[in-house]
T-cell receptor, first 113, second 115 residues
Framework: QQQVKQSPQSLIVQKGGISIINCAYE??????FPWYQQFPGKGPALLIA?????SEKKEGRFTISFNKSAKQFSLHIMDSQPGDSATYFC????????????FGSGTKLNVKP | ETGVTQSPTHLIKTRGQQVTLRCSSQ?????VSWYQQALGQGPQFIFQ???????GRGNFPPRFSGLQFPNYSSELNVNALELDDSALYLC??????????????FGQGTRLTVV
């Protein structure tokens, strides 16, 4: 049973557009929700993360929206650029362990010039 | 680039063989987790080592085993390889203290192909 469900599987966005990726979880013990970016041939790299005590976190063009009651969170990429083309993974963990994650299945983003 | 290095980068093994993958942690980190990433899927947690002791295990059989050394580097061993073990194996290191921890940094992975 997948603990974190991610959609869509793939996404095509025009340069300058907004990319939105959604995740849902079941385990209410999860209390740390990072998003990772992975380029081909590379390991995942932390992009942005949120705790459930806030509903939104913004870092530059990247924003996480968090809905605790719905057990959903999403990544918004504003002004998407071709360099953002990568695979994005949402993840969740419990406690203060920042290295024991349940990952979503990934979203392959393609930003068209 | 992160300070986490994995070796080898690619490996081809025959079904039934054994394999050892290695991970060098980022300086100052005391925790290493291993993940299996099948093609087109998200990483799946295999196990974690904290200060040389196993600290949690995912849904993987006992033929997946590991070690962490005093310098916090780590090995992943897989016995009796199966075709389904073909995947990218990632290690991630972090620092875990009594009341705080740092983000995890991933290595570039080892691509294992079982034929």
């Amino acid at each position: 049973q997948q603990q974190v469900k991610q959609s869509p599987q793939s996404l095509i966005v025009q340069k300058g557009g907004i990319s939105i990726i959604n995740c849902a979880y079941e385990n209410t013990a999860f209390d740390y929700f990072p998003w990772y970016q992975q380029f081909p041939g590379k390991g995942p790299a932390l992009l942005i993360a949120i705790r459930p005590d806030v509903s939104e976190k913004k870092e530059g063009r990247f924003t996480i929206s968090f809905n605790k009651s719905a057990k959903q969170f999403s990544l918004h990429i504003m002004d998407s650029q071709p360099g953002d083309s990568a695979t994005y993974f949402c993840a969740a963990s419990t406690g203060n362990n920042f290295n024991k994650f349940y990952f979503g299945s990934g979203t392959k983003l393609n930003v068209k010039p | 680039e992160t300070g986490v290095t994995q070796s080898p980068t690619h490996l081809i093994k025959t079904r039934g063989q054994q394999v050892t993958l290695r991970c060098s942690s980022q300086s100052g980190h005391n925790t290493v987790s291993w993940y299996q990433q099948a093609l087109g899927q998200g990483p799946q947690f295999i196990f974690q080592y904290y200060r040389e002791e196993e600290n949690g295990r995912g849904n993987f059989p006992p033929r997946f085993s590991g070690l962490q050394f005093p310098n916090y580097s780590s090995e992943l061993n897989v016995n009796a390889l199966e075709l389904d073990d073909s995947a990218l194996y990632l290690c991630a290191s972090s620092f875990d203290g009594l009341s705080m921890g740092t983000e995890a940094f991933f290595g570039q992975g080892t691509r294992l192909t079982v034929v």
